[in-house]
Nanobody, 118 residues
Framework: QVQLVESGGGLVQPGGSLRLSCVASGSIFNIFTMGWYRQAPGKQRELVATITRGGSTNYADSVKGRFTISRDDAKNTVYLQMNSLKPEDTAVYYC????????????WGQGTQVTVSS
């Protein structure tokens, strides 16, 4: 059984920073792309950032220059450093991982709430 567990969410003032972490656990053979997505109330889930096993990154235009995705393959962990946070960044943030246990499958975490408000 594979689990992805996010942490690091919370309440922060505009202009502040948060660092999200997501750890993948279980009998994982290999992890390919890992990513962060978010869903605000009344909106569809959207891509925030992804990172390949080789370290190539991709960001939504709305977070470029403010967010940084990274990964530690020794720990099966993906991070999202979020700086200069804005109220419009408020959402539930989900991590996902494209990985192999027996078959290649995409798994999702349960989400962590990020609220940007004064």
């Amino acid at each position: 059984q594979v689990q992805l567990v996010e942490s690091g969410g919370g309440l922060v003032q505009p202009g502040g920073s948060l660092r999200l972490s997501c750890v993948a656990s279980g009998s994982i053979f290999n992890i390919f792309t890992m990513g962060w997505y978010r869903q605000a109330p009344g909106k569809q889930r959207e891509l925030v950032a992804t990172i390949t096993r080789g370290g190539s990154t991709n960001y939504a235009d709305s977070v470029k220059g403010r967010f940084t995705i990274s990964r530690d393959d020794a720990k099966n962990t993906v991070y999202l450093q979020m700086n200069s946070l804005k109220p419009e960044d408020t959402a539930v943030y989900y991590c996902n991982a494209d990985l192999i246990v027996v078959l290649r499958t995409v798994y999702w975490g349960q989400g962590t709430q990020v609220t940007v408000s004064s």
